[in-house]
């Protein structure tokens, strides 16, 4: 079993920054690619930004220049600073993580972030 542990959601305000981090751990032998999406009510999900064990990086057109994806392999973190936020930002952010060697993959529980004067 793979358990994703996130934290960093909250409420910001138009133009202000947010840190979210997802901690993998258990069955992660192989850990690749981790990543973030998001989804808004009424809306699909979608991805956000992805990270590969080899720091090759991937972000939605509506993310870039402002949002940056990190990663600490030694801890099996992802992390997703957030800069510029706009109110059309506001969703649920969910970790997601997929490995080299296998099908499987997992997400998150999910983290609420509110982009709102």
């Known amino acids: 079993q793979v358990q994703l542990v996130e934290s960093g959601g909250g409420l910001a305000q138009p133009g202000g920054s947010l840190r979210l981090s997802c901690a993998a751990s258990g069955s992660i032998f192989s850990l690749n690619t981790m990543g973030w999406y998001r989804q808004a009510p009424g809306k699909q999900r979608e991805l956000v930004a992805a990270i590969t064990r080899g720091g090759t990086t991937d972000y939605a057109d509506s993310v870039k220049g402002r949002f940056t994806i990190s990663r600490d392999n030694a801890k099996n973190t992802v992390y997703l600073q957030m800069n510029s936020l706009k109110p059309e930002d506001t969703a649920v952010y969910y970790c997601?993580?997929?490995?080299?060697?296998?099908?499987?993959?997992?997400w998150g529980q999910g983290t609420q972030v509110t982009v709102s004067s």
């Open positions: 997601h993580v997929r490995f080299l060697l296998r099908a499987d993959d997992y």
